[in-house]
């Protein structure tokens, strides 16, 4: 085998010092390269022989030359289509619809003109349910308390004005739970005595003091059940108070001005005004 590559390797030599020969031949002849051709045609085709090549395989070996070379003529195009420059390859993203945009913000528009319809709605009704239990309270008879206790006194005159000043110090002493209870107790005993509607105002001045401003408005209201009270114009004062604390501004000034024109001489006047005023 080594001696085979040998005389292939002289052979080829040989065969490369005929062919610049003949190169050489054929610039100085010109017209005699055709004879040159066939003499190295015929020289290659001898050595072809003395290496035992057929031209089967030959032919076969041009074959897998060419197909190589196609190889790597596909394997460079692939090589030069993925240079693409890099802006052709930018990928934009896509922008949102002008339109779409658009449509959400009428949706929340309609929302919130929803929400404060609603509102509004909720308002007028709380509204109506205060005035609806105002007229009410309003509409019994003058004639007496609410209080049903009996007309004759479980209590002594002397003792109702003593319990009641005690009821009064608790309230004086922040003790507003123990004061409420007192005063309670002393309506359920005598609801006619001279000082049950004071009672009955300084419970609704014990919750307002505890901030159970609704509790308190429904005392308040309860004071003008009795006759001739010496505090329905603080208790009308206190009604506004208890509105205005619970945030409804309409109704705080409503019971204000209901104080400036039905007790135009309460001491409570100046500072109702200062309150609508800063209503």
Known sequence: MFKRFLN????????????LSCGSSRNEA?????????ARQQELDEIEALLGITPEEKKANEQKTQAQSKKEDD?????DADAVPVQEQTVTTPKKSPATDKEVKNLKSQL???DLLIADLKAQIRNQSEQIYQLESRKQPAAGPIFSSGTVSDVAPGEYQQRYQQSLDLFHSSQYKAARE?????LASDANNSLSDNAQYWIGECNYAMRQYKKAIMDFEKVFTFPQSNKNDAAQ???????ERLGDGQKAREEFQ???DVYPKSEFISRAR?????L
């Open 8 to 19: 292939l390797i002289l052979l080829l030599t040989i065969s490369s010092g005929l062919m």
């Open 30 to 38: 010109g017209d005699g390269a055709s004879e040159d051709e066939e």
């Open 75 to 79: 394997m460079l195009g692939l090589l």
């Open 112 to 114: 919130e003109k929803k």
């Open 182 to 186: 007192n005063f309670q107790s002393l």
């Open 237 to 243: 004062f206190k009604l506004g108070l208890c509105y």
């Open 258 to 260: 209901r104080l400036i």
């Open 274 to 278: 200062q309150h609508l005023g800063s």
